[in-house]
């Protein structure tokens, strides 16, 4: 799998798991304008990455393996597993 690739994917579970985070949000009752503003970054992050993913040649960056694509890739991760962390405490 090419950098490009790798970095965009972390890029859509980034979008992923705040929609995820934007739902349990509204879930709980917080409605307000960084509710609003959350989802409009989500829309965003996940337009840019599903474009990039579609076509990875036309996306600049990274070209190669770099320590950005393992910082994102490490942010993601670490990401995903926070939401998990608090969807688990919203069904147990």
């Known amino acids: 799998m090419s950098p490009k ?3 965009w994917s972390a890029f859509l579970v980034f979008g992923l798991c705040a929609a995820v ?3 349990l949000d509204v879930s709980a ?11 409009a ?4 992050v996940g337009y840019a990455s599903v474009v990039a993913l579609r076509d990875p040649d036309r996306a600049r960056v990274p070209t190669d393996w770099s320590p950005l694509v393992y910082l994102v890739v490490l942010g993601a991760a670490l990401y995903a597993f926070g939401v998990a962390l608090q969807l688990y405490s919203v069904v147990t």
């Open 21 to 23: 985070d934007i739902a």
């Open 29 to 39: 009752g917080d409605v307000g304008i960084n509710t609003a503003a959350a989802a």
């Open 5 to 7: 690739r790798v970095y």
């Open 41 to 44: 970054g989500v829309v965003a």
